[in-house]
């Protein structure tokens, strides 16, 4: 418990940064720690445990592009091994931007670990975050660079990985 306590502070931290940074020109890259995934399979929708922040992610998405009140939809249906769990939603996109890998930044591969999640595109996701004093605007985080933007509307179509 002091683990996650300790980790979510220092998320926090990094969070109000990227924030900071956000509200200055749109985009940030996010800081995230590797290697504190649990990768396992057997159901419909393969989880990955984070032991770091006790979230549990959707390993491999459909593919399908949707807007963002499409993809909260799409998350809350979510079902796994035949059930239907409410709690599946979109992530919030501090949630999100926690799993970019910044040791791939360079432009070799999709900025996410790719031995928890190894069928991710270099492609934008959804978060659940709507932009403050905006209701047309969502935030969004780009699996390709690492950063995460506001200045999208939230009609567009991006991916979605849904987490529990």
Same mark, same amino acid.
């Given at each position: 418990?002091?683990n996650?306590?300790?980790?979510a ?5 990094c ?6 940074l956000?509200?200055?020109?749109g985009d940030?890259?996010?800081a995230a ?12 929708v393969?989880?990955?445990p984070?032991?770091?922040?006790g ?5 491999a998405?459909?593919g399908?592009?949707?807007?963002? /009140?499409? !993809?909260r939809?799409y ?5 796994? *091994?035949?059930?239907?769990f #409410?709690?599946?939603? +979109?992530?919030?996109v501090l949630?999100?931007?926690s ?6 930044v360079d432009?070799?591969g999709?900025?996410?670990?790719s ?10 996701f959804?978060?659940?975050?709507p932009? /403050?004093? !905006?209701?047309l605007?969502g935030?969004?985080?780009?699996? *390709?660079v690492g950063?995460a #933007?506001f200045?999208? +509307?939230?009609?567009d179509?991006n991916l979605?990985?849904c987490?529990?």
């Amino acid at each position: 418990m002091k683990n996650i306590r300790s980790r979510a502070a220092a998320s926090l931290g990094c969070a109000l940064a990227c924030i900071a940074l956000l509200a200055q020109d749109g985009d940030a890259l996010a800081a995230a720690p590797t290697g504190h995934y649990v990768v396992g399979s057997g159901s419909f929708v393969s989880k990955v445990p984070d032991t770091e922040t006790g979230l549990r992610w959707q390993q491999a998405v459909d593919g399908t592009r949707r807007s963002q /009140a499409d !993809s909260r939809t799409y998350c809350g249906d979510l079902s796994t *091994g035949g059930g239907t769990f #409410s709690d599946w939603r +979109l992530p919030s996109v501090l949630e999100l931007a926690s799993l970019v890998d910044e040791s791939v930044v360079d432009g070799s591969g999709p900025t996410i670990d790719s031995s928890a999640f190894p069928l991710t595109e270099r492609d934008r996701f959804w978060s659940s975050s709507p932009v /403050a004093g !905006s209701p047309l605007l969502g935030w969004r985080v780009f699996f *390709g660079v690492g950063n995460a #933007s506001f200045n999208v +509307l939230a009609t567009d179509l991006n991916l979605a990985r849904c987490v529990r």
